[in-house]
């Protein structure tokens, strides 16, 4: 980039921190930094804070977009020293401490904290992607709402063709981790509960949801007995488990599943995507920029101090960051992990402009939650583990107390009690100009007798 408009906020005496991202790392790091005598910009591509953790929530009809999300100007509104710029990283000059933005626009810095997060990763089967949706963002959710009530629809449509209906009727959800256990959980809710009574010529309860998990149990993370108890939750709810096995083909019509020696071609209109994740893009640029290393999902290693190594003036953090624990295991990508390490980083950086000597960063595991259903949940702090409403009642406070805004945690707690009680979801809303009206027939070339193609080819749904 021959030349460059530098942002204003960016010039002057104080020492310039740009932070990157707005997701839990970037939000907490410049709120730590808040009032102090640094000149702070917060850069992200949206203009608000997303509560990754609710979104199977919006996605399962439970909260609207809005609940979950807080715009990142509010937040910042009485912090002189922060100004958050909506715009796309392009790239990073480190040798003249800039930040590339689109139409040649750059931020200079003293310190820079790049948290971009991760998007959804396929494992080389990219081609899958608009037939198997993952769950990041809001759009994201939207679709996947979208598609799962969609279904429900086509298969009332269509319920004088049984193969048809059934097809429609049937969900597969790859990734037996906490997203994937978390979807499945609430599609079983829904057809099993909320649904029920709604249709005339289908019965939801007669939905089949399908968890694929290449381990040989879901939340393989976990200790066994809080995996084998979420598994009999998810059995409870309807969900069939399929351990032991991976997805190895997805049509429009179609998934195939192989493991424990067989191969299954299973008929569907609804593949969700829970099986991985993929560091940003923007980990390659810097990681290119700085000689950084990274792993095979992308992540830029770091050392003790989330620092680029050579580059004591670059942090990563979050899902970016390929960080590890006193254990010498990599950190997990989760909030409680992102929020620590966002915190540290102010923290750090505060210590360093002083004139002290770095301090290394530790984790500190309060333990983990997942949440499978209405009153069932698995909770975990050390060698304690436990699951049930005391498990489920603990993740709903929790999550409603990392919620950014005093107003988002109020109409949560709110929804949440009138789904309680109603055993109803507010936002079963079918969006998006892009979706397909229902189908009343197959395409050319399927095998009556099967529901599915004879030569499937890959295209949206």
């Known amino acids: 980039m021959a030349e460059v408009t530098v942002a204003p906020s960016t010039r002057g005496s104080k020492t310039s921190v740009v932070i990157v991202g707005a997701g839990f790392a970037g939000l907490y790091c410049a709120q730590k930094l808040g009032r102090r005598n640094l000149s702070i910009t917060l850069i992200d591509r949206r203009n608000f804070h997303l509560f990754q953790p609710l979104l199977y929530q919006v996605a399962t009809g439970s909260l609207s977009s809005g609940d979950i999300a807080s715009p990142i100007r509010t937040e910042f509104a009485d912090q002189d020293n922060v100004t958050v710029l909506q715009a796309e990283v392009t790239g990073f000059d480190v040798e003249r401490k800039l930040v590339e933005l689109q139409d040649a626009d750059a931020v200079t810095y003293d310190y820079l904290v790049v948290a971009t997060g991760s998007h959804h990763h396929y494992f080389g ?21 979208s ?59 007669k939905a089949r949801i399908i968890l694929v998990e290449n381990d040989d149990r879901v939340l393989p993370m976990y200790d066994r007995p809080s995996s084998d108890k979420a598994g009999k939750y998810l059995e409870q709810l309807g969900v069939e488990l399929k351990l032991g096995y991976k997805v190895t083909d997805v049509t429009a019509f179609d998934a195939e599943l192989t493991g424990l020696g067989k191969v299954e071609r299973i008929p569907c209109r609804t593949v969700l995507w829970a099986a991985g994740n993929k560091a940003s893009p923007l980990g390659k640029a810097l990681a290119e920029r700085t000689a950084a290393t990274t792993d095979r999902a992308g992540r830029v290693t770091v050392n003790e101090f989330l620092n680029i190594p050579e580059h004591p003036d670059i942090f990563v953090l979050g899902d970016m960051a390929l960080s590890t624990g006193a254990d010498g295991k990599p950190l997990p990508g989760i909030a409680p992990v992102a929020m620590q390490q966002g915190k540290y980083t102010a923290q750090e950086i505060t210590r360093r402009m002083k004139g002290k000597a770095p301090e290394p960063f530790k984790y500190f595991n309060k333990g983990s939650l997942a949440v499978v259903g209405r009153n069932r949940a698995v909770a975990e702090r050390g060698s304690l583990h436990f699951g049930g409403f005391v498990a489920w009642l603990m993740w709903a406070f929790i999550h409603i107390a990392y919620l950014i805004e005093f107003q988002n945690r109020v109409v949560v707690m709110l929804r949440w009690a009138i789904n309680y009680f109603s055993r109803k979801r507010g936002a079963r809303l079918i969006t998006g100009e892009g979706l397909p009206a229902p189908q009343v027939a197959e395409p050319s070339g399927v095998h009556p007798e099967q529901g599915m193609p004879a030569d499937p080819q890959r295209h949206t749904i």
């Open 125 to 145: 089967k990219e081609e899958w992607e608009p037939l198997a949706p993952g769950l990041k963002t809001l759009e994201d959710a939207l679709e996947m709402r």
């Open 147 to 205: 598609r799962i009530l969609h279904a429900f629809e086509e298969a009332e449509r269509a319920a004088k063709d049984q193969a048809r209906s059934t097809a429609a009727l049937t969900f597969i959800i790859v990734g037996g981790g906490p997203t994937g256990v978390e979807l499945a959980g609430t599609i079983g809710e829904l057809a099993h509960l909320t649904m029920r009574g709604e249709f005339r010529n289908i019965d939801p309860r």
